[in-house]
């Protein structure tokens, strides 16, 4: 499966970028690429990081958007701005869930259910080709997800809080 590609970033770059939430046009780009079928697994291969737990997934397209997963039970749902569901993980071995709507942002973690404010608007800079889209949330403590694109418009890191600010999960493209 070929990296995300300048499809991925026009797409990303098209997007207004007003809250957390992503409509399914948003996701159009990202999709495209994750769908092509491909005969080099390694072109979806991934490192997840969180906390001390490292473990490498495969990007699959999955129920509009993508699923990072592998054989060790590690679950990532990303919607294309947000990683919206994850489980496993290691040793923790959870379950979590960020879900946004019109009073804010929920994490959900072995059902306990935290709301903090919306997250703000998502907001990009570029410098030498590489584009950083960050946005800040306000949460236990106020804290950044981030997603990086190259200048080939592959999107190769994804950086974001699946507890409202205290943990990260970190995906970067191998």
């Not at 949460?139 to 190769?156: F, K, P, R």
Request: a positive charge.
């Amino acid at each position: 499966m070929k990296a995300l590609r300048i499809s991925c970033a026009l797409a990303l770059l098209s997007v207004t970028m007003s809250g957390c939430s992503v409509r399914s046009s948003q996701l159009s780009g990202i999709l495209e690429v994750f769908q092509a079928s491909t005969e080099n697994y390694m072109d979806s291969a991934w490192l997840i990081r969180y906390g001390d737990y490292r473990a490498q997934v495969q990007a699959l397209p999955f129920e509009g958007g993508v699923l990072f997963s592998n054989r060790e039970g590690d679950q990532l749902y990303f919607n294309g701005w947000t990683i919206t569901r994850a489980s496993g993980l290691g040793t923790l071995r959870g379950r979590w869930s960020v879900d946004d709507d019109s009073r804010g942002r929920h994490f959900t973690k072995r059902n306990r259910r935290t709301t903090f404010p919306s997250c703000s608007a998502w907001q990009s800079l570029t410098v030498r080709g590489v584009t950083e889209y960050t946005q800040t949330c306000p949460g236990a403590n106020d804290y950044e997800n981030s997603i990086l694109v190259n200048s080939e418009g592959e999107i190769t890191l994804i950086r974001q809080s699946l507890s409202g600010g205290s943990s990260f999960v970190t995906l970067s493209k191998l």
